[in-house]
């Protein structure tokens, strides 16, 4: 019997960690799978994507910039994935409809609840950034229940916007929106989700907003410290995470979808860590 296929289609891809993780967890778990990259036309998606699941293809994950796209393409979409607008995880259902699925806020907040021990609830926490990673992930943060979120960004209206989008689901989370320079009182939590270390540039957002005990989390990962936790660290914080784990967790949690199976993420993150 063949063993069932699963791939991660972006463009570009070869730079994609999911297939090293995704097959490190099938070794783990002894799952008969196979998953592979796949760099789909920047404009044919749903030609990738539908051609994939007519040759048989049990699942995929979805990465820049085709997000958007994956989640219009489904038939169904789950509630974080409404929620998020975005899809990262598609899998057919008993009927072979396209169910849609975002499961990054899911792995950020068990990145940092599981992995490094950090309670989001009752917590006040501030957001950097309003684009697209950020929706993504901030229905499974307020699930949380923080006291406090709130999402500063460059474009105040679009942190607006995501105010107004979020605000029923908030419950009793204090949520508001503004810009970088507003906050200026020390955080619990501070979640990095802006892209401008990719340019070199920081959020410029005042150093107040680091005290003894905050939590830095960049959603970025890279192999040297980003540059957002390296300046974080410039500032005294000493409690300084990346999105490894997050990255690791987000394909757990797709893993779990398709197979039923929970994998074991500690030694897939030492083993991406020591790359
Ligand atoms: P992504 O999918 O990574 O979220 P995006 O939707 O383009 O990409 O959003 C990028 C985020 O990073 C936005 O919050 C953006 O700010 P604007 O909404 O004002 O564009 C933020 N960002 C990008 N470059 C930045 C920079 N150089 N300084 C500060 N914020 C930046």
Known sequence: MNNDLYAVVG???SHSKSPRIHNLFASQTGEQLEYTAIQAPEDDFAGTATGFFQRGGKGLNVTVPFKQEAWELADRRTERAQLAGAANTLYQDREGLLIADN?????????LTANHGISLAGRRILVLGAGGAVRGVLGPILAEKPAALVIANRTVAKAEALVTLFAAVAGDTSLDACGFEQPCEPFDIIINGTSASLQGDLPPVSANVIGADTVIYDMMYSLQTTTFNQWALDQGATRVFDGLGMLVEQAAESFRLWRGVS???????DELRND
């Open 263 to 269: 994998p074991d993420t500690r030694p897939v993150i």
């Open 11 to 13: 463009n570009p891809i």
């Open 103 to 111: 499961t990054d806020g899911k792995g950020l907040v068990t990145d």
